[in-house]
């Protein structure tokens, strides 16, 4: 792909961010009921080592991503989490897995952990859905099809992202219900869409009105009990992700729930030679 396409490739992508609020106040499990149960001690100790180590947003994002892809067995893979660091607002997927939250979102938004889920849902769902892959097939073949630079394939580009924005919105609340996070989380961030100036974002996205009236309409049609009771079940058949912090990044690699971690897999292969893991702090 050129430096253009992909340029444009990125801009598409980075469009389908939801602007919300962010986070408890530090050292408060967001979900103490996690720790509850027969393996209750595992969670505390994979929990506690992960509050301790890691900065607050990054343990916070660690929590919601690990509660809604086990509620939502989407725990067989592994999930990476970036923060920019720059001060803009943003959020988007790209890559295979990976969630980037900028920096600036983080900061200016506070007290809402489920809106914050929804947005996280919403990029999971983008995911799930394949729709990087796919629009990056679809955006290189109109771009020799029509011409990068034209109407045409502006057109053809800003449908199919509307549709997919539409489509993560859909499933993400269906995700971030499931994993107990409240529905009135979603029509927060609608709220605080439709409040932005919003001529570029609604070329790529639903209209904030178009996508609070659709969350409505998936409260009425899915009850938020029933989604919780199966979301429940699966949390509580399965134990909580690890995760690997790479520092210099800002970096969390949420690893699957068959395993992931490097160091564990070579001294599961290798017993005689362990390698003893790093433990690495902000400071």
Not at 244 to 250: A, F, G, H, V
Request: overall charge negative; charged content about 25%.
């Amino acid at each position: 792909m050129s430096a253009f396409l992909q340029n444009t490739f990125i801009l598409l992508t980075t469009l389908s961010a939801l602007l919300l609020p962010i986070a408890p106040a530090a050292h408060a499990d967001p979900f103490p009921e996690d720790n509850a149960g027969e393996a209750a001690g595992e969670h505390e100790r994979i929990y506690g080592e992960g509050e301790q180590k890691l900065p607050e947003d990054l343990y916070l994002l660690y929590r919601i991503v690990d509660r809604i892809a086990r509620a939502n067995n989407l725990d067989n893979e592994p999930w990476r989490v970036a923060i920019d660091n720059e001060r803009v607002l943003n959020a988007y997927a790209s890559e295979a897995n990976l969630l980037t939250i900028y920096f600036g979102y983080l900061d200016q938004f506070a007290g809402n952990v489920s809106a914050l889920a929804c947005v996280v849902a919403h990029e999971m769902a983008h995911h799930t859905e394949q729709h990087v892959s796919r629009s990056d097939v679809f955006i290189s073949e109109w771009a020799e099809k029509y011409g990068l630079g034209s109407s045409k394939f502006h057109r053809r580009a800003e449908e199919l992202w509307r549709t997919y924005e539409a489509e993560a919105d859909i499933i993400g609340y269906e995700y971030a219900v499931t994993a107990g996070f409240d529905p009135e989380g979603c029509i927060r961030t609608t709220e605080v869409i439709a409040r932005l100036p919003g001529g570029l974002q609604e070329t790529t996205h639903p209209s904030a009105t178009q996508r609070r009236d659709a969350y409505e309409v998936l409260m009425a049609e899915q009850p938020a009990e029933q989604l919780r009771a199966l979301g429940q079940a699966n949390l509580a058949d399965s134990l909580p992700l690890t995760y690997d912090m790479l520092w210099d990044y800002n970096w969390l690699r949420i690893n699957p729930a068959q395993g992931g971690d490097n160091v564990d897999d070579w001294n599961r292969l290798f017993p005689d030679t362990p390698i003893q893991p790093t433990v690495e702090t902000s400071e």
